[in-house]
């Protein structure tokens, strides 16, 4: 079970120490947006570059943003140790993944709440890790889409069947009110941007996360 709070919510002018906040937490969520693939914009390839430097934990790249073919690879060479790159937008899905593992980092692929997972189950031979989006992508601290959870099943099946270590993450609306929904669903790697950086204390929120997904 693994936490990875979305910087998102955290204090743009401050990610430096941002980061210390979360530094009991098993990655840091690092949200790209390129206001075309989502109708927001974000940080990129340099920001990334910069954290990756002083961040105590290892990046978690999430690239809502489209032609990732052309892109993607350059976060794993930036230093993340995870890309995940949105299905939906993905030319050659497979060549993607194996040009990110290539560049050194885990691989993996998101969907989206209205793309059903079933025509990409031959990529679990390719990648480290399923992204299930439990909102639509673009912002933080929106509902979370419980209608969601038999996919996450769907996935841990799939998985399930196929053998391998693949890891199966959430995001959006993961709170101390929905993660144990998830973690019961199959999910083990948990994204919360709002319910850690909108905490007091972020540290104790991510512990209390992971007991909750834990139990
Ligand atoms: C939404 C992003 C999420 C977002 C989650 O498009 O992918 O990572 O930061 O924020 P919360 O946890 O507030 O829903
Ligand atoms: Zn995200």
């Known amino acids: ?3 990875t709070p979305s910087i998102l919510s955290a ?12 530094s009991g937490a098993d990655w840091a969520h690092v949200d790209v947006m390129d206001a075309h693939f989502v109708p927001n914009l974000t940080i990129g390839l340099p920001v990334v570059e910069a954290l990756a430097k002083v961040s105590p934990i290892p990046l ?13 690879p350059g976060y794993a060479e930036a230093g993340a140790g995870s890309v995940t790159f949105h299905i939906e937008a993905a030319g050659d899905p497979v060549r993607l993944a194996r040009d990110i593992r290539a560049a050194g980092a885990r691989a993996s692929m998101a ?4 793309t059903a997972f079933g025509p990409y189950e031959e990529l679990l031979d390719e990648v480290d890790m399923v992204l299930v989006m439990t909102v ?11 209608d969601q959870m038999p996919k996450v099943r769907q996935v841990r099946e799939a998985v399930r069947r196929r053998g ?3 890891w199966i993450q959430v995001d959006g609306g993961v709170s101390a009110d929905t993660i144990e929904q998830c973690a019961e669903a199959g999910a083990d790697v948990f994204v919360a941007g709002s319910a850690v950086y909108g905490a007091q204390d972020a540290a104790a929120a991510v512990d209390q996360l992971r007991d909750l997904a834990l139990s």
Request: proline share 7%; with cysteine; glycine share 10%.
């Open 1 to 3: 079970m693994q936490i």
């Open 11 to 22: 204090d743009f002018a401050n990610l430096e120490r941002e980061l210390q906040r979360i």
């Open 60 to 72: 978690d790249c999430h690239l809502m943003i489209e032609d990732p073919d052309r892109w993607a």
């Open 111 to 114: 969907i989206k709440p209205g």
């Open 136 to 146: 639509e992508p673009g912002f933080g601290g929106q509902s979370f889409m419980a």
């Open 164 to 166: 391998g270590e693949i």
